[in-house]
């Protein structure tokens, strides 16, 4: 039902009044113009909508928007700091962790959401959190590699 | 430059760029000669310019989806100008900008495009020393050209811009006859590995892919689908739809569709038209489609005829009937268009690989003359040759054009998998003979519906017959016809992942029966130098051990020449014989491209093939009762997943003699062969069909 609708998007705030059953992808993408977050399967099933909530990953094709009321949310447009990268996209250029980049935005999500809750998870680990999300260009061990190369600094700098 | 435009005479197009110099060039590419390109001059291909900014700018018909042109092609230019990557903007797809291109497949771009590329380049050096000589005063044999400044040997300080040589002048050259090429020793930036010049808009998320264009008014169009193909439509009650506030509903010529400003707003109306289909009988199923394509292929064209397979002496002959299923492109990126068609143009962005053959169908259908229609396309997310068919763009155009406002059609993922255009089911029949002395007698092959790339073997043979039965050439389109029960069409290497994988399984069959090693059976006959360079040098990397197979410890071996590169590849597995499951656990790939431009970008390309062919040999394969699809999404159809990628090594065998060749496409064709080869030095058990699912390698096993 129509509501209004208040959260923090990427570090500001953001109120929109709609349908509030509506999912959170959509009105990312049509309401909001943040175009980074991706339609891939629609059912939870690829990742490629993946999007960061209260420090989680989400789908967002599969996430009403009553569900972040009150809640961070972060796309990844949010990751870079202007123009300064966040470690994981440096780390994704880094080792060429991508082809075509439409699976991109969700595998830096949901690779963040792994790094916030393990700074430096194990190979296994990493592998087990990153097989929901597709990739179709066969970028997988690169897309390991960079998330390893962020685990690993981190991990120095304790 | 403006929108539609009349077409132009040579010097009249040039003008039209403005100042600096411009160097025209044509592909020798016969796909780029036949058809017409509006606007533009017939005698050349493509264009870059060097404007007073020093900024360079290539124009391509060509498109990227992931396959890394945008910076190879970019490291080409540069090289041969003497620029940095840096200071080159690529424009791709864009049909008012980008002379003719008939599309981005075949691994074709660095092959075809790449040389025509490098000589004007090359020529517009040449013009860039001629005019720097005349600046400072100097013979040009004094001058150096590096990083987009023309200096004096040994006098660094006496310099001249590309920038500052492209003011104020007005030159135009086209290229026609060969250029004089860098040699591959002196490169400095062709051959060095680049960062994608595509990577910081890939991980901020502001690289736009079509379905991320927004236009003012626009709308979002779901469009009511058939259950199945071939079903008719009886009758349609479209009431409950028109009364969701907001919606506009579409019913025009068999194009029923629910338009709204909010996409899901748009498909709870599509949920409220009431549709009743004829279905038609039921066809065949992912078990009974190879009788029915073995039954209706009819006769097939002979493609080599050499000796004599019917009287060539065997001491053993083999006769082996190899099988794939449906296979879909599943890009993660469905096919998307916005289309804005006004009253006399229309402007349509699209993902797509073909952006001209597109225009002129979005013509077709809007009436429009197609000077009138103009395709962009922005970063396509993945095509793999599934987006050559574009008939979202021609919906999202009629629908546009009959409402008047920007249209935006995605389709959903069901519809992704219901619209491929698929890798065909396909059946290969191999009938050989070792002689007495070991060696290969005969070899008579029949492949029915898959096509003919990779269909002729590599190895020296005394007797061979090649025969295809419906296989259609690989050009960049798709075909419906009555033999498949929907739409097939080319998929990455299109024919070769399927002839390779019976070629390759049929010759370990044969070095197992003669008692040969296989790294040694295919040495013995194999005499060109290239492929036994790329073996010797998988052969290497891997550390191949000589053995009988099957020796139980997983190993597989396959080769191929494909796109003018060749490649061997060998693989190591586990499997376990109760389940059928096969872990694997590395795979190195050696291949030799003829010159490499971005040896990282390769590897990618390299990696990437692998890891997409691991899909079509373990888990993919369409399944469907008819005309009607039963895989809608990820979950049934299983792409590979992270679990699954092993550790690949993708070995580069240095060959600076030849042009670059295709990398895109090559070594996914030894994929299935190398892995059943594999499977079979496991475990003792032969797969005669992919993909090579758990139950049927355990079904195999358990007939031991």
């Known amino acids: 039902m129509k509501n209004i609708v208040k959260f923090s998007l990427n570090g500001a705030p953001a109120s929109i009044e709609t349908d509030d059953e509506r999912m959170l992808l959509w009105v990312l993408r049509t309401d909001l113009a943040l175009t980074g977050t991706k339609y891939g399967c629609g059912e939870g099933i690829c990742g490629a909508c993946a999007v960061i909530v209260n420090g989680k990953a989400h789908r967002s094709c599969r996430t009403p928007l009553k569900a972040v009321a009150g809640a961070d949310v972060m796309t990844v447009e949010g990751l870079a700091k202007g123009d300064e990268l966040h470690p994981l996209q440096q780390a994704f250029i880094d080792h060429d962790a991508f082809q075509c980049g439409y699976c991109t935005s969700g595998m830096l999500m949901d690779a963040y959401a792994l790094l916030e809750g393990d700074s430096h998870p194990s190979h296994q680990r990493i592998v087990d959190h990153m097989e929901r999300n597709l990739c179709r260009c066969g970028a997988h061990q690169r897309i390991i590699s960079a998330i390893e190369q962020v685990a690993a600094k981190a991990g120095d700098s304790k | 430059m403006s929108g539609a435009s009349v077409k132009l005479s040579r010097r009249s197009f040039l003008e039209v760029l403005g100042g600096g110099i411009a160097v025209a060039f044509g592909a020798a590419s016969a796909a780029s000669t036949a058809a017409e390109r509006p606007g533009y001059p017939d005698d050349f291909h493509s264009y870059l310019a060097i404007r007073a900014d020093g900024r360079i700018t290539v124009f391509s018909g060509k498109i990227e989806m992931g396959q890394g042109i945008v910076t190879s092609l970019a490291q080409m230019a540069a090289e041969e100008l003497g620029a940095d990557v840096g200071s080159i903007d690529m424009v791709m797809g864009d049909t008012d900008r980008c002379p003719f291109d008939m599309g981005t497949f075949g691994s074709l771009s660095t092959r075809m495009f790449g040389p025509a590329l490098r000589a004007a380049a090359a020529k517009a050096r040449t013009v860039l020393t001629t005019l720097a000589a005349e600046r400072l005063n100097v013979s040009p044999k004094q001058l150096t050209v590096a990083h987009g400044v023309v200096s004096i040997t040994g006098q660094p300080v006496r310099r001249v811009t590309f920038g500052e040589l492209a003011e104020r002048v007005r030159i135009t050259e086209t290229v026609t006859e060969a250029a004089v090429l860098r040699a591959a020793s002196d490169f400095t930036v062709m051959g060095r590995p680049t960062k994608r010049l595509d990577g910081i808009e890939k991980v901020t998320g502001r690289a736009k892919y079509a379905g991320d264009i927004r236009l003012p008014d626009m709308l979002y169009a779901r469009i009511l689908r058939a259950p199945t193909h071939g079903a008719v439509l009886v009758s349609a009650d479209t009431n409950a739809a028109e009364k969701v506030a907001g919606v506009t509903v579409v019913n025009r010529d068999g194009l029923i569709a629910v338009l709204h400003a909010d996409p899901e707003t748009a498909a709870a109306a599509l949920r409220q038209i009431g549709a009743d289909w004829r279905r038609p009988e039921a066809g065949p199923d992912q078990e009974t489609i190879f009788e029915h394509l073995v039954a209706h292929a009819g006769e097939p064209t002979e493609l080599v005829a ?177 033999l498949h029960p929907f739409a097939v069409g080319p998929w990455r290497a299109p024919g070769a992942n399927m002839n390779i994988f019976a070629t390759e399984s049929q010759i370990d069959i044969m070095a197992a029966a003669a008692g040969t090693d296989p790294l040694a059976f295919r040495l013995g006959h194999l005499s060109d130098g290239r492929m036994r360079k790329v073996l010797q040098t998988a052969v290497d990397a891997f550390g191949w051990q000589a053995a009988v197979r099957p020796s139980g410890r997983g190993h597989g071996i396959a080769i191929s020449s494909d796109a003018g590169s060749v490649v061997a590849t060998i693989a190591e597995v586990k499997v376990d014989r109760t ?27 390299i990696e990437g093939a692998i890891t997409m062919g691991l899909g079509y040999s373990f888990s993919e394969e369409l399944r469907f009762q008819g005309g009607e699809i039963l895989d809608k999404n990820y979950d049934t159809y299983r792409l590979p997943r992270f679990d699954v990628v092993p550790k690949i090594e993708a070995v580069l065998v240095s060959n600076d003699e030849l042009a670059p060749q295709g990398c895109g496409e090559p070594a996914i064709t030894t994929v299935g062969a190398v892995l059943a080869n594999a499977v079979f030095d496991a475990t003792g058990a032969r797969m005669l069909r992919l993909p ?13």
Request: some cysteine; aromatic content about 8%; hydrophobic content about 40%.
């Open chain 2, 579 to 605: 389940s059928g499951r096969v872990t694997v656990v590395r795979i190195v790939c050696a291949q030799d491209m003829g010159i490499v431009v971005n040896p990282e970008g390769a590897r990618m390309q």
């Open chain 2, 692 to 704: 090579m699912t758990p139950q049927r390698v355990a079904a195999a096993i358990a007939r031991l």
């Open chain 2, 306 to 482: 050499k000796g004599d397979v019917s009287k060539a002496a065997a001491a053993k002959s083999f006769e082996t009937i190899f099988q794939k299923g449906y296979v879909a492109h599943a890009p993660i990126e469905p096919h998307v268009a916005l289309a804005d068609v006004r009253t006399d143009r229309a402007t349509v962005w699209a993902s797509t690989q073909t952006p001209f053959p597109l225009r002129d169908s979005i013509a077709a259908v809007l009436g429009f003359d197609n000077k009138r229609v103009r395709v962009i396309t922005p970063y396509v997310g993945g095509g793999f040759g599934g987006k050559s068919a574009g008939g979202q763009a021609s919906e999202a155009a009629r629908l546009s054009q009959i409402c008047g406002r920007p249209v935006q059609v995605m389709r959903t993922r069901e519809e992704e998998f219901f619209y491929d255009t698929f890798d065909p089911a396909c059946v290969v029949k191999i009938a050989s003979a070792l002689g007495a002395d070991g060696k290969i007698s005969r070899w008579d092959y029949e492949v029915i519906a898959a096509g003919e790339r990779g269909a002729t073997p590599s190895y020296d043979l005394a007797n061979v017959r090649v025969r295809s039965a419906r296989g259609l050439a690989y050009a960049g389109s798709a075909w419906k016809d009555d």
